[in-house]
């Protein structure tokens, strides 16, 4: 009987750990803890073995946060603020279909690493992706701190302003379009027109020192406007310096094409 006991209550208290886990206060603490585990292994870089857990971590935080956005469809509007706070970035789409999470691994020297996890929404289910993003059959490291939307036609489009940390001097923005195919995030969609072809995003590199002086929130960068479906991205001039002068490209209901200046 002692026995039957025990096991009734191993399995009680499995049970209700399981429903604990479901609600968005415990997954966020479940994800805070690991996420905290990134930042303190990154502290203890100098000593031995510290390299190496700091990887295991980013490999158990981004495992955690990839499963709880596929199993759990509430976490696509939670706002995760004590993880804000520690400095993952969140960003969703206006429609609140899409949503892009990023961090530092800490894994690089002046060079960042990033990582990505991509949330979207698929009627009653919440479908999650996390792998390094390849252009062109190439590995890329960069962070996602803001999306926008475009309607057109029976389509919906994300543009993801992406950026990315190569040096102390060099870093490089762009804008990266997405949709939700049959279920799937497509992560090529060449919506964008340029005298070399059709593309998926747009991108330039630039000198850090340049804009280092600048407020952040005056910087220039790449933005869209939704009211006039417009995407701007700063004129660099050939020592990649950013100026002042722009780029445009219109959404001309097909491509976003270059506005002749």
Known sequence: MKTFIIILTFYGCMASASVFAQTPKAVEA???????????????????????????ANEVFGKKLADYTAKYPFTISQPFDLLKKEHLDICTS?????????????LGGSMHIFENVFQYKVGNKTMSVFHPLKWGGEVVSYWFPKVYTLKAKDKTYYLGIYGGIFSTRDAGTGIQVFTIENGRLNEDVKLIKTSTGLHSKLYYDYDFFSVVDIKYELRPTITFDAATQTIKLPLV?????????YITYKFTGQYFEKVKS
């Open 237 to 245: 001039d050939g020592k990649g310096k950013v100026t002042s002068k």
């Open 94 to 106: 206006s429609d609140g279909l899409f949503r892009i999470y990023s961090w530092d691994t800490w």
């Open 30 to 56: 479940d994800l805070l803890n690991a996420f905290k585990k990134i930042n303190y292994w990154d502290e203890q870089k100098n000593n031995s073995g510290a390299d190496d857990s700091l990887n295991k």
